[in-house]
């Protein structure tokens, strides 16, 4: 009898994995999550590397952003104020922006390889990771882990609700961990109750009752 070579042993056992018990009928990649097979997540990454440059690079970088130079991006429901990028490269490790749900706004649904946390500013919503919901309100922090499709949401139909986010983007790109796909693309028009919401350009003082305690 032949001797099955390890890869042919890994399909056949990766096959097996994803048939449904009595009618063999594929429900599937389920199965390959429990493959015991070995696998490559990141790749050896190879680049010029100067330090004095990249010190001449970062030092020329401005240290302070102001936030009146940066204006909001997409809309009507979701908005996006992106202090760091990527494409900035002032981190190697951070993408931080700040996020804005007008009434009764939700983001788009979609997915990424990188983590996400959410310092919740004020208003009220909840988010839904893998089909499952989590309430928040102003001072949680809400954590979107990796590989999560997740999507945002603002509870009051009356009132916005803002989040400052960071993401440990730049390092996943870096590592040429670049998986994002989109769901559910960003509506187009406001939802009800938001029809007349402006997205708050300025920065106001949303920790504190107006005159001190």
Request: hydrophobic residues 30%; glycine residues 8%; negative net charge.
């Amino acid at each position: 009898m032949d001797k099955k070579t390890d890869d042919e042993t890994d399909a056949a056992t990766e096959q097996a994995q994803d048939r449904d018990g009595e009618d063999g009928a594929p429900i599937g990649p389920a199965g390959y999550y429990h493959s015991n097979k070995n696998r490559i997540f990141v790749r050896a990454v190879q680049g010029e590397y100067n330090l004095q440059q990249k010190l001449d690079e970062l030092r020329a970088q401005p240290r302070v952003r102001r936030a009146s130079e940066i204006k909001f991006v997409d809309g009507p429901q979701a908005y996006s104020r992106h202090y760091v990028e990527p494409k900035d490269n002032i981190s190697q490790l951070f993408h931080i922006h700040l996020e804005e749900y007008g009434p009764g706004g939700k983001s788009q649904k979609h997915g990424h390889v990188n983590e996400a946390a959410f310092y919740i500013l004020d208003g009220e919503g909840y988010e839904v990771h893998d089909e499952q919901r989590y309430d928040w309100q102003a001072g949680d922090i809400a954590i979107v882990h990796n590989n999560c499709v997740h999507q945002h949401f603002n509870a009051s139909d009356s009132k916005p609700a803002r989040a400052l986010v960071l993401k440990t983007k730049p390092m996943f790109v870096f590592m040429n961990m670049l998986f994002q796909k989109t769901v559910e693309p960003r509506d187009t028009t406001p939802a009800p109750g938001g029809e007349d919401f402006v997205v708050r350009e300025e920065e106001d003082d949303h920790n504190h009752p107006e005159g001190g305690y």
